[in-house]
C-alpha cells in the first residue's frame, strides 16, 4: 500500500482536528498532502494559535484548493485514503453529489471512485434530515463518517485529550498505530461491577 494519505481542512469549526492530524503524521513514514479551503485558512487563524504557513508547513505537499489539476485529483496518484478533518456541510454535499467544483471535493470524489478510504469527520449540529441524507449518500458511496463526537471512558482531563481521542479514530479506520487514548479495559468495568454487588 502507497504510504501517503490526503489531509483536508474545511472551513467548519474544529480545524484543530486536522492541524494534530498532521502534527502526529510528521512522526510517521507517512507522506501528507494536504488541502485547506480558504474557510479552513480563516478558521485556523480565529480557533487556533497557529498560522497558516505553519499549519502548510506541516505537510510533505500542500496543494490550492483551486489547483483542480494538482496529483490527488487524479486516481492514477495512489494514496491509502483521504480525511477531510473538520468537514463543513458544504464539503459533504459536494462529495455526496459528486460537485467537484475545487480540489478538496474533486480529491475526496477521486478515493471514493478508487475505492479508498474516506474519513469525514463532519462538523454539525443540531442536524436536520437535509444533512442526515448527504450523510447517508456519502457513506452509501463509501465514506466513513467520522463525526468528532467525544468519550468519556478514558478520563479526559483536557480539551487536548478530547481532540486525540476524536483523532485517534480516524487513525484507527487508516490504520495507522497511534498511543493518542487510552483504549477501552473491561476488566474496569468488571471491577466497578464487583463493588456494586
Not at 63 to 92: E, H, R, W
Request: aromatic share 6%.
Amino acid at each position: 500500500m502507497t504510504k501517503r494519505l490526503i489531509v483536508g481542512i474545511a472551513g467548519a469549526s474544529g480545524v484543530i482536528y486536522g492541524v494534530r492530524m498532521l502534527e502526529i503524521l510528521q512522526h510517521t513514514d507517512i507522506e501528507t498532502h494536504l488541502i485547506i479551503s480558504e474557510a479552513g485558512k480563516l478558521n485556523i487563524r480565529i480557533e487556533t494559535s497557529y498560522d497558516v504557513d505553519t499549519v502548510l508547513s506541516m505537510a510533505d505537499v500542500a496543494y490550492t484548493n483551486k489547483d483542480i489539476a494538482a496529483s490527488v485529483a487524479s486516481g492514477s496518484f495512489q494514496t491509502m485514503g483521504m480525511v477531510i478533518a473538520p468537514c463543513t456541510v458544504k464539503t459533504l454535499s459536494g462529495i455526496a453529489n459528486s460537485y467537484n467544483e475545487n480540489l478538496l471535493i474533486r480529491a475526496a470524489d477521486v478515493q471514493l471512485k478508487e475505492k479508498r478510504k474516506l474519513a469525514l469527520m463532519f462538523r454539525e449540529t443540531p442536524l436536520h434530515t437535509g444533512h442526515l441524507r448527504l450523510l447517508t449518500q456519502a457513506a452509501d458511496m463509501g465514506a466513513h463518517i467520522v463525526p468528532p463526537v467525544p468519550a468519556f471512558y478514558h478520563h479526559p482531563k483536557t480539551i487536548d485529550d478530547i481532540i486525540n481521542q476524536s483523532v485517534g479514530k480516524v487513525m484507527d479506520y487508516m490504520g495507522i498505530a497511534h498511543n493518542l487514548f487510552k483504549r477501552w479495559d473491561n476488566s474496569e468495568l468488571e471491577k466497578l461491577k464487583s463493588e456494586l454487588n
